[in-house]
């Protein structure tokens, strides 16, 4: 059954010329008729599916239209044309942290980060401690997170995300997180949520990642599809480029 | 509402951050407006304070104006620069924008509450009795929370695509503060002035605030059909303005 279905989907940016970023250089560049628009086509008619518990893996070179699909698969982004539909819950790892907050304690940020993500926050809450003690910060959760070192923040934003199963996981290039023995660690639980049944799709420029995880590949090149296909193949193809 | 623990969280954060580095943290709430308070009362009090009605005290009358005001002022800035301030969330993680406007707009709420607690202090001290009417100043908070939360949904798609629309709202909102009764009596002014100030909806808020809370001013039915039509078609055309723009603005975060 298809669990993420994108159909005809087009994303195009409105962009003023001469970028008038201000009221007042909108207002000048219109009495002078020099404010243009101009369309940018971020994604031309996309279309695919995938199942449940298929890993697809997304390819394609910076500036391809990666990242403007994850956004419109998480519902970000609407699609300016076509139709995206998601069914389950989604677990967007799209930037760890997103919404970490530096003067808030370890343990309020896993609330806070837990509550954007829509989730039962009295469960979180009795699953706090856990979630600390496997990012290896349990002795410091209850201070703010700008004593936390980086490595830290990363760790515990990964745990959190990470600590409720999905149906829809949306990966973005976090497969590599801390130092090595965390890395190992987290490759482990990342491989064990994407072999669970998840539908996941997947950015990333680890072709070896890529080979060994994703059934399927879609190869972006410009904003639009340029291969589809069984992983290896596009892989292949994709190397060969 | 799957969204109300997290506009809960907010709230608390919003409430709880910005004095989070300070010794008596969240008690500057209390403390803020009577200090603003304190000031203007010593600058203005000798002017403005044997102007107003008889039977109508000058510190109740300035912090009222005060306290409204800013839960108004700031409130609005706040909830109007919440959702970019937010962008890193929402390009990641879908949650509906509005809930950040929304929980600026009661964070604002929350704080105008605690104020009532030094003004009914301030009351007590210029013997300027609380009414029976009191229980209204829920209905006028929660209606001026509609006007901000209104407003401020109008105001962040302007926020995010125009840079200088900031500087330019926080100057129209200085005018307006100006336009507002908040140390000085209407009567001071000329016709044409009253006029004006007559028409800015906050002096009805106003007005009604102080009447509710203790029998401070004197508001006309004028003043409550005009804040029910104000705050309603603030909220209304404000949740339609986003959604309709929204789409276009997000790709600008």
């Known amino acids: 059954m298809a669990v ?13 010329m001469k970028k008038s970023g201000s009221l007042k250089e909108l207002f000048r560049d219109s009495i002078k008729g020099k404010a243009r628009v101009v369309d940018y086509v971020a994604l031309k008619d996309i279309s695919f599916t995938v199942d449940e518990s298929e890993v697809v893996a997304i390819l394609g070179r910076n500036g391809a239209g990666k990242s403007t699909l994850l956004k419109v698969l998480a519902g970000v982004l609407p699609p300016t044309k076509g139709v995206r539909k998601v069914t389950g819950s989604i677990a967007p790892m799209i930037e760890l942290g997103a919404g970490f907050h530096q003067e808030m304690t370890g343990a309020e940020n896993v609330l806070f980060y837990s509550a954007l993500m829509g989730r039962n926050l009295k469960s979180v809450k009795a699953r706090t401690p856990a979630i600390g003690e496997w990012a290896g910060v349990s002795d410091h959760m209850g201070f703010p ?8 923040v990363a760790r515990l934003a990964f745990s959190t995300a990470t600590d409720e199963q999905a149906e829809v996981l949306l990966v973005d290039e976090v497969l590599s997180v801390g130092d090595a023995d965390f890395q190992t660690k987290s490759k482990a639980r990342m491989e064990e949520l994407i072999k669970s049944g998840a539908a996941v799709v997947l950015v990333s420029h680890d072709m070896t990642a890529v080979r060994t995880l994703a059934d399927r590949a879609i190869w972006l090149e410009n904003g639009h599809v340029k291969m589809i296909g069984k992983a290896s193949d596009v892989v292949d193809a994709y190397e060969a480029n | 509402m799957k969204y109300l623990p997290l506009i809960r969280l907010l709230v608390n954060r919003e409430l709880t951050l910005r004095y989070k580095r300070s010794v008596i943290g969240i008690g500057w709430t209390l403390l803020n407006p009577v200090l603003t308070s304190a000031v203007l009362w010593y600058v203005f009090s000798f002017v403005f304070a044997s102007r107003l009605p008889n039977g109508q005290q000058f510190g109740p009358y300035l912090m009222a104006g005060i306290l409204l005001n800013t839960f108004f002022g700031q409130g609005l800035m706040q909830s ?17 924008p509005q809930v950040f406007a929304i929980s600026s707009a009661l964070a604002g709420l929350t704080n105008f509450f605690i104020g009532l607690l030094p003004l009914a202090v301030v009351c007590y001290i210029s013997g300027q009795p609380l009414a029976w009417t009191l229980p209204l100043v829920l209905v006028i908070g929660v209606l001026l929370a509609f006007l901000v939360a209104g407003l401020g949904l109008t105001l962040s798609i302007l926020f995010i695509r125009f840079d200088d629309s900031r500087n330019i709202v926080s100057i129209l909102l200085l005018i307006l503060m100006y336009l507002t009764p908040i140390f000085y009596p209407v009567s001071i002014m000329n016709s044409t002035m009253q006029n004006i100030i007559h028409w800015n909806p906050i002096t009805s808020y106003l007005d009604i605030f102080r009447w509710a809370f203790s029998n401070n001013a004197t508001p006309t039915l004028f003043s409550w059909v005009y804040i029910f039509t104000w705050s309603i078609l603030a909220l209304l055309l404000g949740t339609y303005i986003f959604k309709k723009y929204w789409p276009r603005t997000v790709a600008m975060l």
Do not use: C, H, Q, W
């Open chain 1, 4 to 16: 993420i279905e994108v159909k005809n989907v087009n994303v195009t940016y409105r962009v003023l």
């Open chain 1, 145 to 152: 997170l700008r004593t936390f070192s980086s490595g830290m």
């Open chain 2, 80 to 96: 109007a620069d919440s959702i970019a301030s937010n962008g890193g969330v929402l390009t990641k993680i879908y949650v509906p």
